[in-house]
Nanobody, 120 residues
Framework: QVQLVESGGGLVQPGGSLRLSCAAS????????MGWYRQAPGKQREAVAT?????????NYADSVKGRFTITRDAANNTVYLQMNSLRPEDTAVYYC????????????WGQGTQVTVSS
C-alpha cells in the first residue's frame, strides 16, 4: 500500500506564492514519475506538472502554468514539490499528488488532495 500525503495548500492573494509538498510512504514500488493534478469546481481533473524520477528529472507542464509553476523532486525520498508563483484566481482548485509505478502507463497512486484558493 502506498500513501501520498500532500501539504502546503491554503489561501493566498492573487500574485502570491505557495509551495506544495508530497511525500510517498508505505510499500513503495519502483516509481517512474510523480506529479500534480488539480480539479476546480465543476471541471475535470487536469494535469498540472509531472516529473520523472530518474536522473534526468524530465518535466512537463500544462500551458496555463508554464513560467509560473516549478516541479522538483527528491528521488531518494520519493518526495515531489510544486512551487507556485504569480498565482491567479483561476488556479483555485484541489491539488492532488500522483505517482506512477514503473511499467505503468498512467498514474496509479493518488493523494487525498489539498485545497488551494487564490482570492483577494
Amino acid at each position: 500500500q502506498v500513501q501520498l500525503v500532500e501539504s502546503g495548500g491554503g489561501l493566498v492573494q492573487p500574485g502570491g506564492s505557495l509551495r506544495l509538498s508530497c511525500a510517498a510512504s508505505g510499500s513503495i514500488p519502483r516509481l517512474s514519475a510523480m506529479g500534480w493534478y488539480r480539479q476546480a469546481p465543476g471541471k475535470q481533473r487536469e494535469a498540472v506538472a509531472t516529473i520523472t524520477i530518474g536522473s534526468l528529472g524530465l518535466t512537463n507542464y500544462a500551458d496555463s502554468v508554464k513560467g509560473r509553476f516549478t516541479i522538483t523532486r527528491d528521488a531518494a525520498n520519493n518526495t515531489v514539490y510544486l512551487q507556485m508563483n504569480s498565482l491567479r484566481p483561476e488556479d483555485t482548485a484541489v491539488y492532488y499528488c500522483a505517482a506512477r509505478a514503473y511499467g505503468r502507463g498512467s498514474f496509479n497512486y493518488w493523494g487525498q488532495g489539498t485545497q488551494v484558493t487564490v482570492s483577494s
